[in-house]
C-alpha cells in the first residue's frame, strides 16, 4: 500500500486600486450623467471545469477576514479581482489566450517580466510591479478592467488600441506577485472595486442572477484539477508542472499509484481513491485535510503482486468530499497488456 500528500502556499496578488467602498450599478445606471455598465464575456478562451478553474473572488469582506461572492473564503484578504487559474504550468506553456471581456480602448500594457513563481528564491522584486505583465482597458465613464499575470513576451496589444469584445491580449501567464498560472481579472468603476458577480454591495455575499457577465461562470467552492495513474508516488511539483493521465510504462509496472490534484481544500474535506481491476483487485483509501489548503494532492496505490498485474481494464476514481456533499469526482481508466 503506497500513500502521498503533498500542500501548495499561494499568495494573493496584489492590485493598486482602493479597497470597496459599496457603489451599486443599479445607482451608477439610474444616474443620467453615467453611461450604462458594461457587460463582460469570459476573459479568457477555456472551458471552466475542464481547463480552467476560478481559484480566487473579490473580498467582500471590510474587515481583516475574507468572504467571496457563495459565501465561502475563496477571497484572500482585500482581494480584488477574480482569478482564472489554469490547472498546470504545461498548460500555460502551451498557450492559452487571455481576451478582452468587452469592447473598449487600451488604456496601458505592460511586458518584459518573466514568469516565475513569486515564493520561488530567485523571482525578483516586484515591487509596485505586482500586476506582472497585463493589459489595461477603458470601457467608457470611469469603466475600466485589468488583465494581471501574463505571460512573458506575449501582450498583443498597444496603448491607445481599440479592441472588441473576444480581442485576443495575450497568455495566461505567471508574472509578477503570482504562484501559480492564472489570469487576475479586475473591475473597476473610479476607485471603486466592482465585483462582477455581485456588483451591488447592498449584502455581504450571494450571487445575484448573471451580475455584470453575459452569462456568469458557474461557482465551485473547490473542486479536483487533475488526476492520474503513475507507477510511483510522484513528486508535487510533477503534478503542478503536468502530469499525464496516464503515465504507466510500456512495461509491466512495479506498482499502480492513482493521484489527485485539486484546489480551494477546507479543513475536514476528504479525499478518496479507490482501484478496481480484473482478478477481484479492490482497494480504496480517504485522507482528511488537516487545515485549509489553497492547492492539494493526495496519491495512494498498491505494489505489483508476484507475477505482476493481471491483464485487462483498470478504473480508478477520485472524489472530493466536504461533509455529505460531493465537490468533483473523476475516473482515471486504462488497461495493461
Same mark, same amino acid.
Not at 200 to 210: E, F, K, P, T, V
Not at 290 to 295: A, D, T, Y
Given at each position: 500500500m503506497m500513500n502521498a500528500h503533498r500542500t501548495g502556499r499561494l499568495r494573493a496578488p496584489f492590485l493598486l486600486a482602493p479597497r470597496l467602498i459599496g457603489l451599486t450599478v443599479a445607482a451608477l445606471a439610474a444616474n443620467p450623467a453615467q453611461a450604462e455598465a458594461p457587460v463582460f464575456g469570459m476573459p479568457l478562451e477555456c472551458t471552466l471545469g475542464a481547463d480552467c478553474y476560478i481559484q480566487q473572488f473579490v473580498d467582500r469582506d471590510p474587515g481583516p477576514g475574507q468572504m467571496d461572492v457563495g459565501c465561502n473564503g475563496l477571497a484572500n484578504d482585500a482581494h480584488k479581482g477574480t482569478d482564472f487559474g489554469l490547472s498546470t504550468l504545461a498548460e500555460m506553456r502551451a498557450g492559452v489566450?487571455?481576451?478582452a471581456s468587452a469592447p473598449g480602448t487600451v488604456r /496601458?500594457?505592460?511586458d518584459g517580466m518573466p514568469d516565475i513563481d513569486a515564493t520561488d528564491p530567485a523571482a525578483p522584486d516586484v515591487t509596485g510591479r505586482e500586476c506582472g505583465n497585463g493589459v489595461a482597458i477603458s470601457h467608457g465613464d470611469g469603466w475600466e478592467t485589468q488583465y494581471c499575470h501574463m505571460r512573458e513576451g506575449s501582450v498583443a496589444v498597444h496603448q491607445g488600441q481599440k479592441v472588441g469584445r473576444g480581442t485576443v491580449l495575450g497568455l495566461v501567464g505567471m508574472s509578477g506577485q503570482a504562484t501559480f498560472p492564472h489570469v487576475h481579472f479586475s473591475v473597476r468603476h473610479g476607485n471603486t472595486v466592482i465585483d462582477p458577480f455581485n456588483p451591488?454591495? #447592498?449584502?455581504?455575499? /450571494?450571487?445575484? /442572477? #448573471?451580475g455584470m457577465w453575459m452569462s456568469a461562470p458557474p461557482y465551485r467552492p473547490g473542486g479536483l484539477l487533475a488526476t492520474g495513474v503513475i507507477d510511483r508516488v510522484p513528486e508535487y511539483e510533477e503534478v503542478k508542472s503536468g502530469l499525464p493521465m496516464d503515465g504507466l510504462p510500456d512495461e509491466p509496472p512495479a506498482a499502480m499509484v492513482i493521484w489527485g490534484y485539486a484546489f480551494a481544500g477546507e479543513e475536514g474535506d476528504v479525499l478518496e481513491i479507490s482501484i478496481a481491476g480484473p482478478g477481484g483487485l479492490r482497494g480504496s483509501h480517504s485522507d482528511t485535510l488537516?487545515?485549509?489548503?489553497?492547492?492539494f494532492f493526495r496519491a495512494w496505490g498498491r505494489k505489483a503482486p508476484a507475477g505482476g498485474f493481471p491483464a485487462g481494464a483498470y478504473r480508478g476514481e477520485v472524489v472530493h468530499r466536504r461533509g455529505d456533499e460531493v465537490l468533483d469526482r473523476r475516473e482515471v481508466a486504462f488497461d495493461l497488456p
Open positions: 489566450p487571455v481576451i /496601458g500594457v505592460r451591488d454591495m #447592498d449584502q455581504a455575499c /450571494g450571487l445575484a /442572477g #448573471d488537516p487545515k485549509r489548503q489553497p492547492f
